[in-house]
């Protein structure tokens, strides 16, 4: 089964405007951790927001925000006053346990093109 | 300087032939891992180490071997190199961090092409 996914292969915003791209996962582990990487067309990973389990307030960034709904297991990313800059592939991971059994799932990943 | 970095950036190889992709850390992290990324698969990882004498396999380890030779340098090799290993290949690191917040730094990747 899926541990990590992104229903949106593609989303498309104006810029300035804000705009969401959706994560669910899956886990039984009540300690676990959240992640959203960038990917520009350059090809480098780029961590953007991280989100833990026992986190109570969503997670904050600059422009970016985790909407973190635990019980429905979603993650979602949301932009605000999206730029071109923010055209990229974006990824959500998780890191499943305790620290020292780390490990990282990623999902298949969403690809933003912000129109001018 | 880049706190992680890749060797080569690219390379074209083929069937058959035995590749070596290394990674270097500057961060002083104790865990590495390397990732390969597909169109539309995101990453999967091949092969994670939490020390010098930690190796183990990760998701898609098959035909796949590495080396942890210290603490800030982490090879992956391809003994006999396939078409379908054909991807970008990551290797990144992480610090231990009971509060969870650990998040992975990325090399630049490695482009690997198997004719």
């Known amino acids: 089964a899926q541990k990590i996914t992104q229903t949106q292969p593609g989303m498309f915003v104006q810029e300035k405007e804000a705009v969401t791209l959706d994560c669910t996962y899956d886990t039984s582990d009540p300690s676990y951790g959240l992640f959203w990487y960038k990917q520009p067309s350059s090809g480098e990973m780029i961590f953007l927001i991280y989100?833990?389990?026992?986190?109570?307030q969503n997670a904050t960034e600059g422009r970016y925000s985790l909407n973190f709904q635990k019980a429905r297991k979603s993650a979602n990313l949301v932009i605000s006053a999206s730029q071109l800059g923010d055209s990229a592939m974006y990824f959500c991971?998780?890191?499943?346990?305790?620290?020292?059994?780390?490990?990282?799932?990623f999902g298949p990943g969403t690809r933003l093109s912000v129109l001018p | 300087d880049a706190d992680v970095t890749q060797t080569p950036r690219n390379r074209i190889t083929k069937t058959g032939k035995r590749i070596m992709l290394e990674c270097s850390q500057t961060?002083?992290?104790?865990?590495m891992y390397w990732y390969r990324q597909d169109p539309g698969l995101g990453l999967r990882l091949i092969y994670y180490?939490?020390?010098?004498?930690?190796?183990n396999k990760g998701e898609i380890s098959d035909g796949y071997s590495v080396s942890r030779q210290a603490q800030a340098k982490f090879s992956l090799s391809l003994e006999s190199a396939i078409p379908n290993q054909t991807a970008l290949y990551f290797c990144a690191t992480s610090d231990f961090g009971l509060a969870g917040y650990n998040e992975q730094f990325f090399g630049p990747g490695t482009r690997l092409t198997v004719l």
């Open positions: 180490s939490f020390d010098v004498k930690d190796i």
């Open positions: 961060k002083g992290h104790d865990r």
């Open positions: 991971a998780m890191r499943e346990g305790a620290d020292y059994g780390q490990n990282f799932v």
């Open positions: 989100q833990g389990s026992y986190d109570q």
